[in-house]
Structure formats: C-alpha cells, structure tokens
C-alpha cells in the first residue's frame, strides 16, 4: 500500500494498463479481464486486477497530465514491481494522414516539459517506446481492421493550449498527435528498466476539428485495449 494506490502486496500484476480516465479503467477490466477485482479506489482513481488469456493484467488509471501519471507510474514500478506499462488513451490527430477513429502506436513522445524534465538540466532526452512492444502491437494491429500509424507523438502539459505556433511546428515535423502523458511514462520506463508503450484512438482532429461521437468510442477504444494486451504477451 501506497500513498495514492491503496492495494496490498501482490495485488499488482506485473503488466499494467494506463488509461487516463478511472472509469475507462473499470470499463476495460469488466469488458476484456477475467476474475476481475477492484484493488484501488484511492481518491477514486480505480485500479483493477483480473486475468487475459490466463495472464495477470492490472488496468489502474493514471489521472490527466504528466504529474499524475507520474505518481501512479512510480508507485507502480517501485513498490508493486510492475515491469510492462501501456498507456491506453485517446489523443488528438495532428496530421491529414491520420483520422478520427484511428490507432497511433508512439515511437517517440516529445515535450516541452515534464516532471522529470529539471534532472536532465540543459540534455533534451529522447523518450521511446519499448522495441519488443512496439513491434508486438504494430503486428497486433495489422490483424485487425483498423488503420494503424507508428511514429512520434507530442506529450502537451496543457489541455487548453494558447501556443499555436508550438502545435505548426509539431506538424510541420511529422507529429502524428496530441496527448499529455506518455513522455513521462517512457522516461520513467527508460530510468527504472522497464516497458513501455502508448497505444492511442485518435479522438478528434486538431486539423479538421472532427470529433468522434460519444456513441462510437466504445467500439474504436476496444481495438486500442485488445492490441495492448497482445502485445503484453506476444
């Protein structure tokens, strides 16, 4: 037990699934895991632990940004042991090539800042993805039927963002999208050896300004959390 994650030792399977929203978490455990059981509700971020195809999976959500998704993520690491984390979110799609309802898998996360961004000083490290992940979800992704893109995407650490230069240049660079943590969540991968991924549903258009309908997420997030667990175990 943790400050922010109040289960108990061996109540964290080693494989974790970071979705943002507490209740997407309940959502996904009840609708991919089995033996499902609740193991946090501290400050009503939900946790759930349950088995895929026989494996342990915990899905915990992480809360919006990188300051919260770091928390989780350390407590995560250090004190359960936690070895494979994959982020399951929504984003924004920052290029003509990628549509609403699409799967980003992100290679790389730039920013502009994140809560481990002052132990670098003047070095901009490079936060990636785990290869072994990668290449698991991209082959996860090509047995369904759903458009899939692999390459960088851009951790923001504001929703409501007033810089719209930043966001040309991202595009200008070849930015497949928008969120706002997944850089964290790969350089404390990098800094504790662990796994990491973000596997992510195109949720609007920073472009277009299209929107998927509340009514279709369901649907185009489920792609998202089963190409994650296959490539947990792959």
Same mark, same amino acid.
């Given at each position: 037990m943790t400050i922010h994650i109040?289960? @108990?030792k061996g109540d964290i399977a080693e494989t974790v699934l970071m979705p943002g929203d507490p209740y997407r978490a309940k959502w996904a455990a009840e609708t991919f895991l089995q033996e499902v059981r609740l193991v946090n509700e501290v400050r009503g971020m939900l946790g759930y632990t349950g088995t895929w195809n026989g494996n342990p999976v915990t899905i915990q959500g992480s809360g919006m940004g990188m300051p919260s998704l770091s928390i989780y993520a350390n407590e995560l690491i250090r004190d359960?042991?936690?070895?494979?984390?994959?982020?399951i979110?929504?984003?924004?799609?920052?290029q003509k090539s990628v549509a609403v309802r699409d799967v980003i898998l992100a290679m790389t996360a730039t920013t502009a800042g994140s809560p481990s961004a002052s132990?670098?000083?003047?070095?901009n490290f490079a936060p990636c993805a785990?290869?072994? %992940?990668?290449?698991?979800?991209?082959e996860a992704a090509g047995q369904r039927d759903v458009a899939t893109h692999v390459g960088g995407i851009y951790s923001?650490?504001?929703?409501?963002?007033?810089?719209?230069? %930043?966001? @040309?240049?991202?595009v200008?660079?070849?930015?497949?999208?928008v969120e706002m943590e997944a850089a964290e969540l790969y350089t404390l991968a990098a800094r504790y050896g662990c796994r990491a991924l973000a596997v992510l549903t195109v949720s609007d258009h920073l472009l277009t300004g299209e929107a998927l309908p509340s009514d279709q997420r369901e649907r185009s997030f489920g792609d998202m959390v089963e190409i994650a667990l296959e490539a947990a175990f792959s």
């Open positions: 109040g289960a @108990e359960f042991g936690a070895k494979t984390l994959i982020r979110g929504s984003c924004g799609g920052m132990i670098f000083k003047e070095v785990d290869w072994s %992940l990668l290449k698991a979800a991209a923001s650490d504001t929703f409501y963002d007033e810089r719209p230069d %930043l966001n @040309e240049q991202m200008r660079h070849g930015i497949l999208g």
